[in-house]
């Protein structure tokens, strides 16, 4: 990821910041700059509830070449309990016991590292919820 992408993604990355219409209370993660149900141009800026559930899921088996260290892993689309729904990898859980509708919350954890000096990405995580 180069440098400028990375510094521009950090309010969502590591604050959970979402942006919401102020005309018609539609909120959008990541942020945008017109809202597609109003076009309104003005928003603000709201943090999202780091609880949720899982919709879907599936286990990667034969991962990419940098994630192939933590192969098999499952990778779920979590809908968030302000109605928010992004795609995570889910951690701390055997692929075996997860189950649609399972409650999960969101932490960071590192993502990835672009080469042996370089940047350490973080990002969320979903968890299962005990």
Same mark, same amino acid.
């Given at each position: 990821?180069? *440098?400028?992408?990375?510094?521009?993604?950090?309010?969502?990355?590591?604050?959970?910041?979402?942006?919401?219409?102020?005309?018609?209370?539609?909120?959008?993660?990541?942020?945008?700059?017109?809202? !597609?149900?109003?076009?309104?141009?003005?928003?603000?800026? *709201?943090?999202?509830?780091?609880?949720?559930?899982? =919709?879907?899921?599936? =286990?990667?088996?034969?991962?990419?070449?940098?994630?192939? !260290?933590?192969?098999?892993?499952? *990778?779920?689309?979590?809908?968030?309990?302000?109605?928010?729904?992004?795609?995570?990898? *889910?951690? !701390?859980?055997?692929?075996?016991?997860?189950?649609?509708?399972?409650?999960?919350?969101?932490?960071?954890?590192?993502?990835?590292? !672009?080469?042996?000096?370089?940047?350490?990405?973080?990002?969320?995580?979903? =968890?299962?919820?005990?």
């Amino acid at each position: 990821m180069a *440098i400028p992408n990375y510094w521009r993604s950090i309010p969502q990355r590591y604050r959970y910041e979402a942006a919401k219409c102020t005309g018609c209370g539609k909120i959008f993660f990541p942020p945008r700059i017109v809202c !597609d149900e109003c076009a309104s141009r003005s928003f603000e800026t *709201i943090n999202l509830s780091r609880y949720g559930k899982i =919709v879907t899921f599936t =286990v990667i088996r034969i991962a990419p070449s940098q994630f192939v !260290d933590q192969a098999p892993y499952p *990778i779920g689309i979590v809908e968030l309990n302000d109605g928010i729904k992004i795609c995570t990898q *889910i951690a !701390d859980c055997n692929p075996d016991d997860l189950k649609i509708g399972m409650p999960v919350r969101l932490e960071f954890r590192k993502i990835s590292q !672009d080469g042996t000096p370089g940047i350490i990405q973080y990002g969320y995580k979903a =968890v299962p919820v005990k």
